[in-house]
C-alpha cells in the first residue's frame, strides 16, 4: 500500500487565499492557466462555505485597474450576501481588457498578435468555476465598468452561449466594422442588454445626448433593440430615483429587455446616486435571465458509471488517513478541497490508495478524481 505525506506534498494546483471576512462571507484570490498564460481574479462568496449551484456575476475593472480595486469600489460584495450569488473580479494582463471584438483572438485585429484572448479567459474561467465550485453555469453574468463594460459587450457577442446578462457601465461596443455588421445581420443572438451611463460623460459617449429617441442613432443599444423585439430606438422612460432614469428599448416581455440607464449629470464613473444602488440594480436585471444548456456542474463531465463505479472513501469519519476503494484510471488527477473551497491537496497522475490527512483540521472535505473528461466528487468528513 502506498502512502502520500500531506504534510510533504506540494500543492500544484489552483492557488488560493481565502480569508473569511465575516461569519457570513469569504474572500479569495485565485489564479488559472487560460491561453498558456496565468490568469488571475479576486472573489467574494456569501456563507461559511463555497455553496453549490450559486449563480456568478463577473465584474471587470476599467483601464489601469484590477479586480481587486472593482470589488472595493461597486458595492457587489454586499449584493452577493444578500442574494446568495457568487461575485468574480477578474483581472485583465497589464491592466488592460483586449476588448476589440473581431474575429481572431486577443487583439490581433488591432495588430497586436501576442495579446491575451480575454474571451478565452473568462470561458475557462466560468469552466473552472463550474468544475471547482460547481456554480449554476445557467446563470452566470457579466458587468464592467468603462473597459470591463467595453468587454462585457464582447462577452455579450462572443460568449453568449456561457452569459446570460449583461449590464455594461460607461461603455460602448469597440470593434471591426465588417465582423459586427456580419454578426448583427446573419448571426445574432439575442441578449439581455442593462447599460448604466452618465449623460455628462466626457470620456466614453453617452448613447443618447440629444436626449430624442432616433431610429438606429442610440449606439450600441440601437444594434440590439431592433432584434431583440423590433424597435428601432427607445420607447419611453420611467424615474427610477431623482437623478436616474429607465430609457426603455425592450421591456422584456416575451424579449430579452434592452434598457439604457440614465444618471443624470454623472461622469466617467461608477454611479452615485442617493437611493440608486447600481450593483443591486445590476443584480436585479441580470437574475431574470437564464441560459438553457442541460448542463449542471455538480455533474460536470461526470461519468461514474464507466470510469468510477467502484470508486469510495474509508473510513468516514477520518482520522489520520483516507483510503480508497476501488480501482483509480491511469493517470487520474486527484484534488481535495475544505468547506472554504481552499485547495489543500492535489496530485497528478495519482495511483495511490491512502492519503495521508492527519495534518488537516477537523471538518467537513472533498476529494475530487478527474480522468479525461470524467469527474468524481465524494464529500468526507475528518475528526
Known sequence: MKTINFKKTVFFAF??????????????????????????????????TVDPALPVMIVMHGDGGTGAGIQGSTGFDAVADANNFLAIYPDAVGGAWNRYVDNVPGDAGLGNPGAPDDVLFISDLIDYLCATYFIDPNKVYASGH??????????????NNKVAAFAPVSASLWGDDPFMT?????????????????????????????????????????????LNCGNQTYTGSTTIVAGAQSVNFCDGVGNKKVELVRINGMGHSWPAVAGFDAATYIWNFCNQYGLTTGINCATFGLNDDAVFENISLYPIPALDQINIGGEVPENSTVQMMDGLGRVVYSQKEFNQTTIDVSGLSPGIYFLTLKSGNATKQIKFIKN
Open 146 to 159: 468603462s473597459a470591463g463594460g467595453f468587454m462585457a459587450y464582447n462577452l455579450s457577442i462572443q460568449l
Open 182 to 226: 456580419n454578426y448583427f445581420t446573419n448571426a445574432y443572438v439575442p441578449v439581455p442588454i442593462c447599460h448604466i451611463h452618465g449623460d455628462a460623460d466626457m470620456v466614453v459617449a453617452y448613447p443618447d445626448p440629444d436626449f430624442t429617441p432616433v431610429a438606429y442613432d442610440e449606439y450600441p443599444l440601437s444594434a440590439f433593440s431592433p
Open 15 to 48: 492557488s488560493l487565499i481565502a480569508a473569511i471576512t465575516g461569519v457570513h462571507a469569504i474572500d479569495g484570490t485565485g489564479n488559472l492557466i487560460s491561453g498558456g498564460i496565468t490568469r488571475t481574479f479576486t472573489y467574494h462568496a456569501p456563507g461559511a
